[in-house]
């Protein structure tokens, strides 16, 4: 649902975290890029809008390290799709990052933890 | 690759097909939220942002992109060179006659100066011996007894092998040719580890006993040349002075000798020295410096220990014998150039020369420079409409570079194409000279690696100035095409580069004219006698089995006949034509002074030996006494002429006739009789050295020179008659070093004119390579000036008045350069001026020629554009943008 957003209601993305959150998101199961960015979109309520610029690039770029591989299926629509799914190394890739993010999540929280 | 091709199509489809179906996908929500079709579709788009650049990422990770890029690069390149022929033209052609020019030029330092000769083991440990006295005379050759003392005494050679420079006649019995062989030791072909082609080679067994060894060794081109390859010819017996040799063998292909300078076809064993040099034993003689000395360095011992072991050596043997070795000095060098003789100017021309061709080549870069900086002012617009698209600065100036490479790399390799010719030209020259010269330049794969090494840096060094200001634009300045109107009166990197190129021009033309007037001026000085109109044949009759009575009977007739040949003024004999490298000296004692304690103290005198009428044949002056004449017979009085120097410089000046000297103390001296004026004798560049003439009859000799001064025909017409009269003597006597004497001297003067030549062909170069830049900076100029002309002349600018505005700013940048130029050139000429004959430095009418010359090429490139300037429609200029 595309939706008229004012930018401040947008965030930044930390640099190295879309990475992580793409394969969260694939997580649940083989996407099409177009999903990834919805999914994305839609469990952070809107809150992360992410640039097709930056999407794709991400996504080959994983396929390159072997992270995710893809396959054309046809989509629910009955269209020809593009869908990534987790590899192995994806899900261990994940499980690493999620670590490091957690660790980072308490740091920065304890760092900026009102006075 | 054909597979990958494949992958890499069917990843692009993928690609597209993927983007499509998001696309797709966002606008089927829009349309299901009520946004309607064709606005969906535009909305998506919108939002998917720049599809290109996401491609161009993605693509990056395929690993493609360099490759890719790289050919879009020379695509993009090649099109853009194409669509300005002119600049691409000017650029390839500049940059390929500069590099063309140092790649020659490398060709012959790297020839020369940087490869072992060929055909050698391990060329890099020999080394040549050159003995000096002191004083003038120091070349590289030491008496056989010297050599002896050396090949026995040292420590510091594995070896050191002799080798003498004699000329024989050799063939099968009735075709006798002459020839220049070299007398070796019996250690010399395994001393440079040469091998045999076929048979074998001379080896210490063959270097016993004197006398005692008629064989020989035949070079491959020797054997080629005189008996067309014949594979039978090893064990033959062939004529060599009339006497039967046994040839040994053939050496392998590839091997020249040891001398860039002599080439020789033939190697005899230096036990028959004797035999082969008309009975003269030079082999006892301490006296007699004859033979040059090649010794192998022992491993582990430099070229610096052995020349301090040896010279050493030689401080014991002038101790030992002052009287002939005193004041030696033991220098070594490497072989090939004739010693420390030829190294020195050889070095020091090549050196010249190279800095010149460097020079050039600095000039056709900044040319190259100015001619892309001007391109990349031009291609201004172009450049702020891809910045404005967003393409990075970085990918312009990656094609930039890519397109000056390319321009370099097409230079390079039509300079690498041109040095090939040039060298191909050269080796294929054969000069005049009755020696037999290496001349082979082979282009080696070094001259392409400099090639290609002196253009991609030509590329990078002046690309990457204009790429850098290229891609520094204000855009909006240049989308509006405003900098064309306001920028230009300031002064441009382009501009000092003009002024640059012209004033490197001037410095180039102005040595290169210094140096050709200086060697017109060397060319034109007085040689002591008059060149044109002079024929001459040379004979040797020891090669023809002649004893002295036969000989001498045959000289008489021969000048008898001469004489009275039709068309022949006056006609003589005599044993060496002056200027030729044969001319031989002696030492001079005279009578009533002190014979000097130490051998490099002797006088030297240049030595004739001369029939009757030979001063007035050769036009030579005679200051007092008389010429030879029918007085001088065999067996007459010990006579002798000298010229002027010999008189005031041995004989204090006082009058001359009637003083006796003598040229070996043990002999009765000889009485000088007439005394004529100074000439140049052995080369052009001697200054007043001394000389003296003995008549023939008295000293015969069997190889002279007829020389026959023509009357009103060129002395080549006579030769016919003059071979013809030798031939009703003797149909068997071979005729060398037949011609003009002009041609004869060719040898003398070539030196001077190959430099004149070059250095000319040079100073051409730098003007053209500056014209062209001048012009196409100047042409660039106008065009970027289009509109101001425009509105100038709309506003009622006179064409006369556009004409000087373009022409001022030309003058400007020309006057510039010219000052600079003079500036530099009157600093070179005072570095110059050691090597300059009879030009000053600062000749002043050198400096009006060169301005005169940089002017009008300077006003002739201006004018084309400047004229184009003067058409302009003002209409169509200020529509246009």
């Given amino acids: 649902m595309p939706k008229k957003t004012s930018s401040e209601s947008h965030i930044e993305l930390l640099q190295g975290t879309l990475d992580m959150l793409i394969l969260r998101t694939l997580q649940w199961g083989p996407q099409h890029g177009h999903g990834v960015g919805q999914a994305i979109r839609q469990s952070s309520v809107d809150l992360l809008l992410i640039e097709r610029g930056s999407l794709y690039p991400a996504l080959h770029r994983l396929e390159a390290r072997g992270l995710i591989v893809s396959e054309w299926k046809a989509s629910d629509l009955n269209r020809r799709a593009k869908y990534y799914r987790l590899t192995k190394a994806g899900r261990e890739q994940l499980v690493a990052e999620q670590g490091k993010w957690k660790l980072l999540v308490k740091a920065i929280t304890r760092v900026m933890r009102p006075a | 690759m054909r597979w990958d091709f494949w992958r890499r199509q069917r990843r692009e489809t993928d690609l597209d097909d993927e983007i499509a179906h998001d696309l797709a996908l966002e606008a089927e929500e829009r349309i299901s939220s009520g946004v309607a079709p064709q606005e969906a579709e535009r909305a998506s788009r919108r939002d998917f942002g720049n599809v290109g650049l996401l491609k161009e990422g993605i693509r990056e990770m395929w690993g493609w992109a360099s490759l890719e890029r790289l050919g879009r690069d020379i695509r993009y390149g090649w099109r853009s060179l194409r669509k300005s022929p002119l600049f691409a033209t000017m650029a390839v052609l500049s940059l390929a006659l500069g590099i063309g020019a140092n790649a020659s030029i490398f060709s012959v330092i790297s020839t020369i100066l940087l490869r072992p000769l060929p055909g050698l083991e391990r060329g890099s440990e020999l080394v040549s011996l050159n003995e000096s006295l002191g004083g003038n005379n120091s070349i590289p050759l030491l008496s056989y007894p010297n050599y002896r003392d050396f090949r026995d005494g040292n420590s510091v050679l594995t070896g050191l092998a002799c080798i003498g420079f004699v000329p024989a006649s050799i063939g099968r019995k009735g075709d006798n040719?002459?020839?220049?062989?070299?007398?070796?030791?019996?250690?010399?072909?395994e001393l440079l580890g040469v091998k045999p082609l076929a048979g074998r080679l001379i080896q210490p067994e063959d270097d016993k006993v004197r006398g005692g060894h008629p064989v020989l060794v035949l070079t491959y081109t020797g054997w080629q040349k005189r008996f067309g390859g014949d594979p039978n010819i090893i064990g033959e017996k062939v004529q060599v002075n009339g006497r039967e040799f046994t040839v040994l063998g053939i050496t392998a292909q590839g091997f020249v000798g040891t001398e860039l300078i002599m080439a020789p076809d033939v190697y005899f064993s230096m036990a028959m020295q004797k035999e082969l040099q008309a009975g003269e034993d030079f082999q006892e003689r301490r006296s007699a410096r004859n033979f040059f000395a090649l010794g192998r360095l022992k491993p582990g011992v430099t070229m610096v220990q052995a020349e301090s072991a040896l010279d050493g050596m030689g401080r014991n043997l002038a101790r030992e014998y002052p009287q002939d070795n005193g004041g030696m000095k033991i220098t070594l060098t490497p072989p090939g150039l004739v010693g420390a003789l030829g190294r020195k100017p050889i070095i020091g021309f090549v050196a010249v020369m190279f800095g010149v061709s460097c020079l050039v080549l600095l000039v056709a870069c900044v040319n190259l420079a100015s001619m892309l900086l001007a391109r990349a002012a031009d291609k201004r617009k172009e450049t702020a409409i891809r910045l404005a698209l967003g393409a990075g600065r970085w990918v312009l100036i990656r094609q930039l570079l890519t397109e000056n490479l390319m321009v370099a790399l097409l230079g390079g390799a039509g300079g690498a194409l041109l040095a090939v010719w040039i060298m191909g030209a050269l080796s294929a020259w054969r000069p005049p000279v009755d020696i037999p010269l290496v001349v082979s330049?082979?282009?080696?794969?070094?001259?392409?690696?400099?090639?290609?090494v002196v253009s991609a840096v030509t590329a990078l060094l002046f690309g990457l100035l204009p790429a850098l200001q290229a891609t520094k634009t204000d855009l909006v300045a240049a989308l509006k095409n405003e900098a064309a109107t306001t920028r230009f009166r300031y002064w441009h990197l382009r501009d000092y580069m003009v002024a640059a190129q012209v004033s490197m021009s001037v410095l180039l033309l102005f040595c290169s004219v210094l140096v050709v007037k200086s060697l017109q001026r060397s060319l034109s000085a007085p040689v002591g006698f008059e060149i044109p109109g002079l024929a001459t044949v040379s004979f040797d009759l020891n090669m023809q089995g002649y004893d002295e009575p036969r000989g001498r009977e045959f000289e008489r007739r021969v000048l008898e006949k001469a004489r009275q040949?039709?068309?022949?003024?006056?006609?003589?004999?005599?044993?060496?034509?002056?200027?030729?490298?044969?001319?031989?000296?002696?030492?001079?004692y005279v009578e009533g002074k002190p014979v000097p304690k130490r051998a490099a103290e002797v006088p030297n005198a240049y030595v004739f030996t001369a029939s009757p009428d030979y001063f007035r044949t050769m036009r030579t002056r005679l200051i007092s006494g008389r010429e030879f004449d029918a007085r001088d017979k065999q067996g007459g009085p010990r006579v002798a002429i000298v010229n002027s120097a010999f008189a005031a410089r041995l004989l204090d000046g006082g009058n001359a006739l009637g003083r006796r000297f003598t040229t070996n103390t043990t002999k009765e001296p000889m009485e000088i009789v007439g005394v004529v004026e100074n000439g140049k004798y052995y080369n052009l560049t001697e200054q007043a050295p001394l000389a003296f003439w003995t008549p023939l009859e008295i000293w015969y000799k069997s190889k002279a020179s007829l020389v026959a001064r023509t009357r009103?025909?060129?002395?080549?017409?006579?030769?016919?008659?003059?071979?013809?009269?030798?031939?009703?003597?003797d149909p068997s006597i071979a005729l060398f070093a037949t011609g003009s004497v002009e041609d004869q001297l060719t040898w003398t003067f070539f030196p001077a004119r190959i430099a004149a030549l070059s250095l000319g062909a040079f100073g051409m170069l730098a003007l053209v390579l500056s014209a062209t830049g001048i012009y196409g900076v100047m042409a660039y100029a106008v065009s970027r000036r289009t509109r101001e002309i425009g509105i100038r002349m709309a506003i009622g600018a006179t064409q006369a008045q556009v004409l000087a505005s373009v022409a001022r700013s030309a003058a400007i940048l020309i006057g510039t350069g010219l000052v600079l130029g003079l500036g530099m050139a009157l600093g070179a000429g005072r570095l110059l001026g050691r090597i300059l004959f009879g030009v000053k430095p600062n000749d002043p009418l050198t400096f009006a020629i060169v301005f005169a010359i940089m002017l009008a090429v300077g006003a002739a490139a201006t004018f084309l554009p400047a004229r184009r300037a003067t058409r302009i429609d003002p209409m169509q200029a200020l529509r246009l943008e």
Avoid: C, H, K, M
């Fill in chain 2, 712 to 729: 009103a025909i060129p002395p080549g017409s006579i030769l016919p008659s003059i071979r013809g009269l030798v031939r009703e003597i």
């Fill in chain 2, 441 to 452: 330049v082979p282009v080696d794969f070094r001259v392409f690696l400099f090639a290609l």
């Fill in chain 2, 177 to 189: 040719q002459r020839i220049w062989a070299l007398t070796v030791t019996g250690n010399y072909f």
């Fill in chain 2, 565 to 588: 040949l039709p068309g022949v003024e006056t006609a003589t004999l005599v044993d060496n034509i002056p200027l030729t490298p044969t001319v031989p000296w002696n030492a001079v």
